[in-house]
């Protein structure tokens, strides 16, 4: 190629280019003069404000509520933090869980899988058909009363195949168990519903977003049935030390034209926890998603 003529880049599967108006945004919000997101003075609620905004906006991508989304740093955390968060609730509470996906997944959901296998926890890989699609029949019969969760793509990002979602998801809600779906390439793209599923991932830079921004949905209905698991993975990771939301939120945000939201601070000073977690824990359930952090959880996998 001539070096004064500039490539043309395809492969929007892998990533999209960074949108202008995402980093007009993305400027205009790095210049403000935000506060750190976890803190209690009017920087940082105008911080939390913006982060609380993002939510809103990235729940009505896939027609959820904010406060099922769970902020990441990408589809590939997300579809770690799912599975491994699953699987070690199940173990905690002394269950062999079994967990099923499909050969043909990314190595973000495969790669996880096979270390909780090396680790003794029970995993079926099945085969797609030739036309790379999973027979619901075949989901059906590989499912087994210790089954703790499935998990597909819903469009493969190599071939463009959809898998028959409302199909695959009859089949799990007939038996009781949970979806996990990796939309990364069809978010924004395909109607997706949440409705049949118990966890969604799904990242921005497939989107015209910038790389390094991700969200995991988590249905109510899952967190009813599980949300000692959940509050357990929110809790260790909200009072993890370093964690700044505010560089998530930056890149998808709107403005900072809302009222700063209003503050219960304890006798101490500090937010009320709701869970009860100890003082100084911020992991209440109004604010605990924003800082959920699955460092501990993620695997070496990219
Ligand atoms: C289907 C699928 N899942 C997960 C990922 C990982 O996403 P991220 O780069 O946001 O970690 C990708 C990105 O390549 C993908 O295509």
């Known amino acids: 190629m001539s070096p004064d003529v500039a490539p043309i880049y395809l492969d929007h599967a892998a990533t999209t280019p960074v949108d202008p108006r995402v980093a007009r945004r993305i400027a205009d919000v790095l210049a403000l003069p935000l506060g750190n997101a976890a803190a209690v003075h009017a920087p940082g ?9 993002s939510r809103a906006q990235v729940a009505s991508l896939i027609g959820a509520t904010a406060e099922d989304i769970v902020f990441t740093s990408g589809a590939t ?15 905690q509470r002394g269950a062999k869980p079994h967990l099923v996906t499909l050969a043909t997944e990314h190595k973000s959901v495969l790669e996880p899988l096979r270390a909780l296998q090396a680790q003794g926890v029970m995993v079926s890989i099945l085969r797609p058909g030739t036309d790379g699609l999973l027979d619901p029949q075949s989901l059906a019969a590989a499912l087994r009363p210790e089954t703790a969760l499935v998990c597909l793509l819903h469009v493969n990002n190599e071939t463009g195949v959809a898998q028959d979602v409302p199909a695959l998801a009859a089949v799990c809600a007939a038996r009781g168990v949970p979806l996990h779906l990796d ?10 519903a949440v409705r049949d599923v118990a966890l969604l991932s799904f990242t921005a830079h497939k989107l015209g977003g910038p790389q390094g921004i991700g969200a995991l949905y988590v249905s109510p209905g899952h967190r009813g049935a599980s949300r000692r698991r959940c509050w357990a993975v929110a809790t260790s ?29 304890s006798r101490s000073g500090s937010p009320r926890c709701a869970t009860g977690s100890g003082p100084g824990c911020r992991a209440c359930p109004a604010r605990c998603s924003t800082r959920i952090r699955s460092r501990a959880l993620r695997t070496s996998s990219t």
């Open 183 to 192: 939309c990364c390439q069809s978010a924004g793209k395909l109607p997706v």
């Open 237 to 265: 990771a909200v009072c993890a030390p370093g964690h700044s939301p505010r560089t998530r939120s930056q890149a998808l945000d709107s403005p900072p034209s809302l009222p700063p939201r209003s503050a219960k601070p």
């Open 77 to 91: 955390e997300s579809n770690n933090l799912a599975i491994t968060g699953t699987a070690r609730l199940a173990l």
């Open 45 to 53: 609620l105008a911080a939390h404000q913006l982060v609380e905004v």
